[in-house]
């Protein structure tokens, strides 16, 4: 595949610029040099003016007329498939740390040698045009949005669906468990195998055992005829095990000895038979607290948790409503839209329902509007019930007044509980969404287990 190849490299050393120009000019791009924050978002949007649109951009950080974090930030929200490479010589961690954690792909620190600069330019934009088909395999399957927090969970999916490995999906009902299941077998190496789900929670014990493993005939009361049973019809591709805290303690001994063994013995059978599966487990409550609790086997749980996918509710991933919405809209036809204070609207709401709940609304807004934009005053008012108005205080002081550093730490915990979440666990990560040191990071976190 051919690489687009314009790049804008901005910098407030006039001679750094010509050199860099005339560099990236010979080994085949099509460089654009500026010196000023203005001159490169005019770059910026005459790029896009014209349909050529830059495939990376290289930019100090300390530029004559402002911050050069904001080319950081326009690019995010307006070259979104362009990677960024921020070149400094300040060496400060907290700019550097701004940067990447408004979408930088990397921070070099000057001096530069040029074809190590050319090395890195290389590989980013042959690593998003990557992540560019990647994203539209995941938007197929449904997977849809640009947030931080959704590329988290795209970053680990795209790692994991090449290989075998049991992946556990955790998150709150309607987050989309299903779809980055799906999205993982049609990224595989299986995509032509079965995709085969089963829901652990809506069968109860005996008969949720013959549906995953199969019976003869003859092996219990009703059984007229053979069954293969789910493992068996996912042969060769993926199975699907949704609502995985749910199954009950005595089937889990099973199920691990049959993802241990690749072999399924079906109920009344002495004759077990290879499986060649692919698993893949959700869960829309946290695992590990059952694990301590008895409730679910801790030796099952490590066994399923190899590659964890913890997915964000959707008022942590506001920005992507609007992307969301647009994509729904899409799929029931036609070339309608939301308004922008719609928009607004709808990415202000907490959306208890998730991703789910949306889509809802828009078929639902679909059938009672069959043509013309949706506005505001076409969305249903329980939306604005939870909203303070304009002004209002979300909620009065106590008249015993409060104790201001415990609920200061109660609300740091929870944003830095909540960054934990986002970055799947990664602290380096979660430091940058919270503009701290790691090192801060890991020491407030000890903290937080000491209380």
């Keep these: 595949m051919s690489l687009p190849r314009a790049i804008l490299i901005v910098d407030d050393e006039e001679l750094l610029v010509t050199a860099l120009v005339r560099y990236?000019?010979?080994r085949g791009y099509a460089p654009t040099g500026v010196h000023r924050?203005?001159?490169?978002?005019?770059?910026?949007?005459?790029?896009?003016?014209?349909?050529?649109?830059?495939?990376?951009?290289?930019?100090?950080?300390?530029?004559?007329?402002?911050?050069?974090?904001?080319?950081v930030q326009v690019a995010h929200d307006r070259l979104p498939h362009c990677p960024v490479l921020v070149m400094t010589g300040s060496g400060s961690v907290s700019a550097s740390v701004e940067a990447m954690r408004l979408g930088a792909v990397t921070v070099l620190e000057k001096p530069i040698q040029l074809q190590a600069l050319e090395t890195e330019v290389r590989q980013a934009m042959e690593s998003q045009a990557e992540l560019v088909v990647a994203l539209g395999n995941a938007e197929e399957a449904g997977i849809v949005g640009n947030s931080p927090a959704i590329r988290a969970v795209l970053d680990?999916?795209?790692?994991?669906?090449?290989?075998?490995?049991?992946?556990?999906v955790e998150g709150e009902t309607g987050t989309g468990k299903e779809l980055v299941a799906q999205a993982l077998h049609r990224l595989s190496r299986r995509p032509g195998g079965p995709f085969v789900p089963v829901n652990c929670a809506a069968l109860p014990e005996g008969l949720l055992e013959s549906e995953l493993f199969g019976h003869i005939r003859g092996a219990f009361t009703g059984a007229t005829e053979t069954r293969q049973g789910r493992f068996r019809q996912a042969d060769g591709g993926t199975l699907f095990l949704d609502e995985i805290g749910e199954m009950p303690l005595g089937l889990q001994a099973k199920l691990l000895r049959?993802?241990?063994?690749?072999?399924?013995?079906?109920?009344?059978?002495?004759?077990?038979?290879?499986?060649?599966?692919?698993?893949?487990?959700?869960?829309?409550?946290n695992l590990e607290p059952l694990v301590a609790d008895g409730k679910f086997r801790a030796d099952l749980f490590y066994r399923l948790d190899i590659v964890p996918l913890r997915l964000p509710p959707l008022r942590e991933r506001a920005e992507d409503v609007?992307?969301?919405a647009a994509h729904f809209l899409r799929l029931r036809g036609g070339a309608r839209r939301f308004t922008p204070s719609a928009i607004e609207a709808l990415s202000r709401y907490s959306w208890p329902g998730n991703v789910r709940e949306l889509e809802n609304l828009v078929e639902r807004l679909t059938v009672l509007k069959p043509a013309g934009d949706l506005d505001v005053s076409d969305l249903p008012?329980?939306?604005?019930?939870?909203?303070?108005?304009?002004?209002?205080?979300?909620a009065p002081l106590p008249l015993e007044g409060v104790d201001l550093y415990a609920v200061l730490g109660e609300l740091e915990d929870r944003l830095i509980r909540e960054?934990?979440?986002?970055?799947?666990?990664?602290?380096?990560?979660?430091?940058?969404?919270?503009?701290?040191?790691?090192?801060?990071?890991?020491?407030?976190?000890?903290?937080?287990?000491?209380?």
């Design 24 to 26: 990236f000019g010979r």
């Design 37 to 71: 924050l203005d001159e490169a978002l005019a770059a910026i949007e005459t790029s896009l003016a014209e349909k050529q649109p830059f495939a990376a951009i290289l930019t100090d950080l300390q530029l004559p007329d402002g911050d050069g974090g904001r080319i």
């Design 156 to 168: 680990v999916l795209l790692l994991a669906a090449p290989t075998d490995a049991t992946v556990l």
């Design 258 to 285: 049959v993802l241990q063994e690749r072999m399924v013995q079906p109920l009344g059978s002495d004759k077990a038979h290879p499986v060649d599966v692919r698993v893949i487990a959700a869960s829309n409550r």
């Design 322 to 324: 609007a992307q969301l």
């Design 381 to 394: 008012t329980q939306m604005f019930a939870d909203r303070p108005a304009p002004g209002q205080a979300p």
């Design 419 to 451: 960054a934990l979440t986002r970055a799947q666990g990664n602290q380096t990560h979660a430091a940058r969404y919270l503009c701290l040191n790691r090192t801060t990071l890991v020491e407030k976190l000890r903290k937080m287990s000491l209380r």
